[in-house]
């Protein structure tokens, strides 16, 4: 039996589990396979094995990140997906994120428990942090910006790739438990 969680782990796709570099796209320009970064299929089923809630919050299309997490038998270990195409919005929109804690049946009372992880200081960092959502910055690519344009896109964590994030989620559930919240 898992044990009870408090932290709530949302996760972006694209360079912060999947390698974006890797997508191959149909004619349509719906995602059909793509790698995963080393170490981010470890980092989603270990953190589902030890008792974790997670969500995917990504921009993209709903029927592209299917093919992609079923294919790499990800899928499932995810509570719940949200994507931009049946949200209507994009991150940082406060839409996504908010679409995201409703299908757990949290409110904004619960936003000091989530935490963020996502490659783009602007979507998921800028998005994160408006909400008072914990924000990790996993800076494995260089394909977005490393350095944050203005106070709005700082981290309150960052990581250089998903194996780092193990660690961090434990820490993370310990204050939490601890009843140390704000994280930073």
Do not use: C
């Amino acid at each position: 039996m898992k044990s009870e969680r408090k932290l709530i782990i949302f996760l972006d796709s694209g360079d912060t589990i999947i390698d974006e570099s890797t997508e191959i796209r149909d004619e349509e320009g719906i995602v059909v396979t793509a790698e995963v970064i080393p170490g981010a299929d470890v980092m989603v089923k270990t953190l589902y094995e030890r008792g974790y809630t997670l969500a995917l919050v990504a921009d993209g299309d709903a029927q592209s990140f299917k093919n992609m997490y079923k294919r790499l038998g990800l899928y499932d270990y995810f509570t719940t997906m949200i994507y931009s195409e049946t949200i209507k919005a994009v991150k940082p929109s406060p839409r996504m994120f908010r679409a995201a804690a409703g299908a757990l049946e949290l409110n904004e009372a619960d936003f000091g428990r989530i935490v963020m992880v996502g490659n783009n200081l602007s979507r998921d960092v800028k998005g994160a942090n408006a909400l008072g959502i914990v924000s990790v910055f996993q800076s494995w690519t260089t394909r977005y910006p490393h350095e944050p344009a203005d106070e709005s896109e700082i981290p309150m964590y960052t990581i250089r790739d998903p194996l780092e994030f193990l660690e961090l989620a434990e820490q993370l559930e310990e204050r939490l438990r601890a009843g140390n919240v704000p994280f930073y």
